[in-house]
């Protein structure tokens, strides 16, 4: 089941979606689907990390978060009003970040980073994956 988060609706957004929880559990489900393997030394065996939904490497002890390398990689902001702010922007990729700001009362710059990711995505995709491929790494 490929979840891309333009079929997101305002329904999954204030229902499944309205709790940090299941928003984890979504992105931890989306990005391990084929399996765990670890970043750092390629192991595929894990167990619970200290985070809600993270996984930590049995070898390594590397701890991977459930928004690593997602959309939401170190972005600082409630996972709630995360999903909020990618539901608005594949919706209306016209949306002013002034708005985002109000809608989901974080700072205007936080919302414009993660817009700035959002439209870079649909861009190159057309689509908001959740998995973030960043151009920059090898
Ligand atoms: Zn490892």
Redesign the pocket.
């Known amino acids: 089941m490929a979840m891309l988060f333009k079929q997101l609706d305002i329904k999954d957004l204030e229902g499944f979606f309205s709790t940090e929880e299941n928003c984890l559990k979504f992105l931890a489900e989306k990005k391990w689907e084929e399996g765990f393997i670890?970043k750092?030394?390629g192991?595929f065996n894990y167990c619970k990390g200290k985070t809600l939904y993270s996984r930590r490497?049995t070898?390594?002890k590397?701890e991977e978060s459930a928004t690593a390398h997602t959309i939401f990689h170190r972005c600082h902001i409630p996972i709630t009003e995360a999903f909020r702010i990618v539901y608005m922007v594949c919706h209306d990729p016209s949306v002013s970040t002034y708005e985002l700001s109000r809608q989901v009362e974080l700072r205007q710059m936080t919302c414009w980073k993660l817009k700035s990711r959002l439209m870079e995505c649909l861009k190159s995709q057309g689509e908001v994956d959740i998995l973030f491929h960043d151009q920059k790494k090898p």
């Open positions: 670890c750092t030394c192991n490497c070898r390594c590397h």
